[in-house]
Antibody
Framework: QVQLQESGPGQVKPSETLSLTCTVS????????WSWFRQPPGKGLEWIGHIHHSGNTDSNPSLKSRVTTSVDTSQNQFSLKVTSVTAADTAVYYCARHRTTVGSGHDWFDPWGQGTLVTVSS | DIQMTQSPSTLSASVGDRVTITCRAS??????LAWYQQKPGKAPKVLIYDASSLESGVPSRFSGSGSGTEFTLTISSLQPDDFATYYC????????FGQGTKVEIK
């Protein structure tokens, strides 16, 4: 079964770039769409952006100018960069695979990685 | 943007209780709604997708209903493992979560 694991620095300084990688095992990153989410401590979930191995990407309009997603099929990984971070970007970041009912064109998410806490602090 | 409003924010219940959580969309999302369960320190787990389809392996005490703008998640008989936070997710246009409902022990 497919498993996802996030990795990256646990602390980033204000104004710098947050970089995370999601490693996929038990399946290929060359299938499906893949997304990133975040959850500030004690708060709800926010979709950040998605990527397909074809290079098709999209992101939350509220974050679009600061978010870049990429995929590395040779490493079976996909990545997230968020630029110019502030304390408001402190959150647990999750990666997840898209799932869909055949032919619907509407995706939900499963499975998810375990999440990684990123703290923005000097 | 489609906004999702969940109610209640917190729910106190006892084992064996029937529990209902509601999610309202700011515009019609047809049936493109999922329900997730999240426990502290863990990733969300899908329970229901397409408003009423039960995810494989999820106990049948969980059920979902609704279409358009109003949806419900029902737990027919609350079990100790069900105390958690529940989120709805709309996937009609981009993706938006409700703010969550924490189910606490009464």
């Amino acid at each position: 079964q497919v498993q996802l694991q996030e990795s990256g620095p646990g602390q980033v300084k204000p104004s710098e770039t947050l970089s995370l990688t999601c490693t996929v095992s038990g399946g290929s990153v060359s299938s499906f769409y893949w997304s990133w989410f975040r959850q500030p401590p004690g708060k709800g979930l926010e979709w950040i952006g998605h990527i397909h191995h074809s290079g098709n990407t999209d992101s939350n309009p509220s974050l679009k100018s600061r978010v870049t997603t990429s995929v590395d099929t040779s490493q079976n990984q996909f990545s997230l960069k968020v630029t110019s971070v502030t304390a408001a970007d402190t959150a647990v970041y999750y990666c997840a695979r898209h799932r869909t009912t055949v032919g619907s064109g509407h995706d939900w998410f499963d499975p998810w990685g375990q999440g990684t806490l990123v703290t923005v602090s000097s | 943007d489609i906004q999702m409003t969940q109610s209640p924010s917190t729910l106190s219940a006892s084992v064996g209780d029937r529990v209902t959580i509601t999610c309202r969309a700011s515009q019609s999302i047809s049936g493109w709604l999922a329900w997730y369960q999240q426990k502290p320190g863990k990733a969300p787990k899908v329970l229901i997708y397409d408003a009423s389809s039960l995810e494989s392996g999820v106990p049948s005490r969980f059920s979902g209903s609704g279409s358009g703008t109003e949806f419900t998640l029902t737990i027919s008989s609350l079990q100790p493992d069900d105390f958690a936070t529940y989120y709805c997710l709309q996937y009609n246009s981009y993706w938006t979560f409700g703010q969550g409902t924490k189910v606490e022990i009464k």
